[in-house]
């Protein structure tokens, strides 16, 4: 592999979201999305340092278009913090929809991040919820532990692992997205600004064999 990308004591894999409710049979199930565990699985290998996500929601969450009457879900309204897709209830914490994928064999994960427990506000990035001033603390513990470099894989590409690698740019980290360790939503072309942004802000898109070879 380049020598660039080798991941190294200063290198971290953030394994976003891969939980029951974004796969098949889920309740906001990403398509294919249960399709990136045994890429992931293989990419954690050659990490020492591995962080996993876990959306977290409390019953009756705000981004629940159930919250919101007569509003359905891939709807939008307006919260405090600005506009907010309304979603499927998903990803209850306790619930077989919240747990992390069966098949996810990472044991030597060090840290697990929960988002969007806050019952109004929701949150896709890893560093930092959707009204953009609550942080998760996951800057702080990464530079702590001298991670300079983030390598951002996991559901869904357009949404929690866009988000992530870009708050990831602004904390001060090189990122990368391995792409084939990604599945999207694609919400009226959001796959593709996801990307455009992504670009924009220096975020790398590479595979998992540039990681493998």
Same mark, same amino acid.
């Given at each position: 592999?380049?020598?660039?990308?080798? /991941?190294?004591a200063n290198a971290a894999l953030? @394994? @976003?979201?891969?939980?029951?409710? &974004?796969?098949?049979?889920?309740? *906001?199930?990403? /398509?294919?999305?249960?399709?990136?565990?045994?890429? +992931?699985?293989? *990419? =954690?290998?050659?990490?020492?340092?591995?962080?996993?996500?876990?959306?977290?929601? /409390?019953?009756?969450?705000?981004?629940?278009?159930?919250?919101?009457?007569?509003?359905?879900?891939?709807?939008?309204?307006?919260?405090?913090? !600005?506009?907010? @897709?309304?979603?499927?209830?998903?990803?209850?914490?306790?619930?077989?929809?919240?747990?992390?994928?069966?098949?996810?064999?990472? /044991?030597? =994960?060090?840290?697990?991040?929960?988002?969007?427990?806050?019952?109004?506000?929701?949150?896709?990035?890893? &560093?930092?919820? =959707?009204?953009?001033?609550?942080?998760?603390?996951?800057?702080?513990?990464?530079r702590e532990r001298g991670i300079?470099?983030? &390598?951002?894989?996991?559901?869904?590409?357009?949404?929690?692992? =866009?988000?992530?690698?870009?708050?990831?740019?602004?904390?001060?980290?090189?990122?990368?997205? +391995?792409?084939?360790?990604?599945?999207? +939503?694609?919400?009226? !072309?959001?796959?593709?600004?996801?990307?455009?942004?992504?670009?924009?802000?220096?975020?790398?898109? +590479?595979?998992?064999?540039? *990681?493998?070879?």
């Amino acid at each position: 592999m380049p020598a660039t990308l080798r /991941p190294d004591a200063n290198a971290a894999l953030i @394994v @976003v979201d891969v939980q029951n409710g &974004f796969c098949t049979g889920g309740n *906001l199930a990403v /398509p294919d999305g249960e399709a990136v565990v045994p890429v +992931i699985n293989r *990419l =954690a290998g050659v990490f020492d340092n591995v962080v996993l996500t876990q959306d977290w929601h /409390p019953a009756g969450h705000a981004s629940f278009a159930s919250s919101h009457p007569g509003r359905q879900p891939f709807q939008t309204t307006e919260l405090a913090y !600005g506009t907010q @897709v309304l979603w499927p209830d998903h990803c209850v914490r306790g619930t077989h929809d919240a747990a992390l994928h069966a098949g996810l064999a990472v /044991p030597h =994960a060090q840290l697990i991040i929960r988002k969007g427990y806050h019952p109004g506000v929701d949150s896709y990035s890893a &560093f930092q919820e =959707a009204d953009r001033q609550t942080r998760t603390g996951l800057a702080g513990y990464l530079r702590e532990r001298g991670i300079r470099r983030v &390598f951002v894989c996991g559901l869904a590409t357009d949404f929690c692992v =866009a988000w992530t690698a870009l708050d990831a740019r602004s904390s001060g980290f090189d990122a990368w997205v +391995i792409e084939d360790a990604t599945r999207a +939503i694609d919400l009226n !072309g959001s796959l593709a600004a996801a990307w455009q942004a992504m670009q924009a802000q220096g975020v790398g898109r +590479i595979s998992s064999q540039d *990681l493998l070879a």
